[in-house]
């Protein structure tokens, strides 16, 4: 046991502070608080310790509302006063601006979303012998932290929690393992299970009747590793409106996590293009950005690496009488060169995680007048944008926006103009 002094947050939500001439990175603490602290091992270039007990709290400390808090790993920060949260987290990003040269950038102040209002959420799932588990992993663990309920969610799908697990336990056999992925869209829920368990016609059966019950838009089975959705129940269309047109996902597609998010990045993307007649959606899933641009007249290029979610765009498009342009094209490997990026007066990019560095190097060398960035990873979205900088272009405004409160997830959009 060591007694250690918090100093400050890490980028992942720890607690720092010294022991002898090493970082400790100590999980729920806060500046200024003392405590007792078990080190288990090794991290980067420091230790990784265990809390064991605050013996003098620091300033910023508060009582975490979640019941579940310090075993669910879905939060990390409940114990964070408001003020000391929202500072922190808009230092996320002027951290890793400021690594790449660009700590001088124009910064608006965070959006924040409010708790309560997440739309989308994979729950993972342990059949045991006696129980279905539900829930979310346990921090730095394969453990399922069984969930009634949960601040994040939308009620719909917290109220759904129960049910889903009952259902789970009259059809999946025990000791399996999987995921289900979760979305309220504007006709009810969306239900992707990604179980190994084989259905026979009763299970098929019940899982109909389930769907039934509850008013489900759409319950489709997927086994892991199959590449194949089965559909169980399509009741109803599973849309969801972009710029007031309906689009209807893949089952288990990428959304943004919240509605008020999703409007927010798409309205920011739509002004930081600058009434550019002809734009690039680069990464663009089903026209979360491409929908709302076209709405204002541009002509849109919408490129993404997987094809359903570009068939489904297509398929909202036609049915509303809009023309755009789509491709399915793997930007990580096959970015738009140079001599493709010159008929467009803008481009926006929403990467995953990894960000687009390949792409940022062809628009560095000779991209459009506009840049749009949108990013989830602040490290990534730092050197994307040092190499626009590089290559001619200016950073003119960065906005922070918090989709994921009480985690370290920050989101970002950031608008640039060459010359």
Known sequence: MVDVQITEIGARGDGVGRLGTDQVFVPFTVPGDRVSARVEGKRGDGLAAALVEVAEPGPGRVAPPCPQY???????????????????????????????????????????????????????????????????????????????????????????????????????????????TVALTDNGLDVLVELDARLDLFDREKLAAFADAHDLARLSWRRPGSGFVEPIARRKPAVVHFAEIGVEPPPGNFLQPTKGGEHIIARLVTQGVDQAKTVADLYCGCGSFSLPLVRTGASVHAVEGDEAPIRALEAAA???????????RDLARRPLLVHELKKYQAVVFDPPRAGAQAQAEQLAEGGPATVVAVSCNPATLARDLAILVKGGYRVQSVTPIDQFPFTAHLEAVAVLKRG
């Open 70 to 180: 310090g075993r669910c790993g879905g939060c990390s920060l409940q114990h964070l006063d408001d003020g000391l949260y929202g500072a922190w987290k808009r230092d996320l990003l002027i951290t890793q601006l400021s690594r790449h040269g660009l700590g001088d950038v124009p910064m608006g102040e965070m959006i924040r979303v409010p708790a309560g209002s997440r739309r989308r959420a994979v729950f993972a799932v342990h059949r045991s012998k006696t129980v279905t588990h539900l829930g979310f992993n346990a921090r730095a663990s394969h453990t399922v932290v069984d969930l009634d309920d949960c601040l994040l969610l939308e009620r719909p799908i917290a109220a759904f929690l129960a049910p889903l697990r009952a259902i789970l336990t009259a059809t999946v056999p025990a000791g399996e393992d999987g995921d289900v």
């Open 318 to 328: 036609n049915q509303s009488g809009l023309k755009l342009t789509t491709e399915v």
